[in-house]
């Protein structure tokens, strides 16, 4: 299961929301293997308590789409 969060613009840009903490925490409760992240909450998730699932640094939906493709091949995709 991969869980993620933030807003998308018409380009395909993503941006920054806010709880990302309790959006963690929400993910490993329903066993989430990644979450990705928009790429200005980084530092926030990275502060956050150790989830036990990488986190997917994500700009743009291309790399939502990389992260995806990542950890499909059992790659690490880019991190926080």
Not at 11 to 25: C, E, Q
Not at 27 to 52: K, M, R, S, T
Not at 59 to 73: C, G, M, R, V, W
Request: glycine share 12%; charged share 20%.
């Amino acid at each position: 299961m991969i869980a993620g969060t933030g807003t998308i613009d018409a380009d395909g840009n993503v941006g920054a929301i806010g709880g990302i903490p309790l959006k963690m925490v929400a993910a490993q409760e329903i066993g989430a293997e990644l979450f990705l992240v928009p790429a200005d909450n980084c530092a926030e998730a990275a502060a956050a308590p150790d989830p036990g699932f990488p986190l997917a640094r994500v700009a743009t939906l291309d790399d939502a789409l990389e992260a995806l493709a990542d950890l499909e091949a059992g790659r690490t995709p880019a991190t926080c």
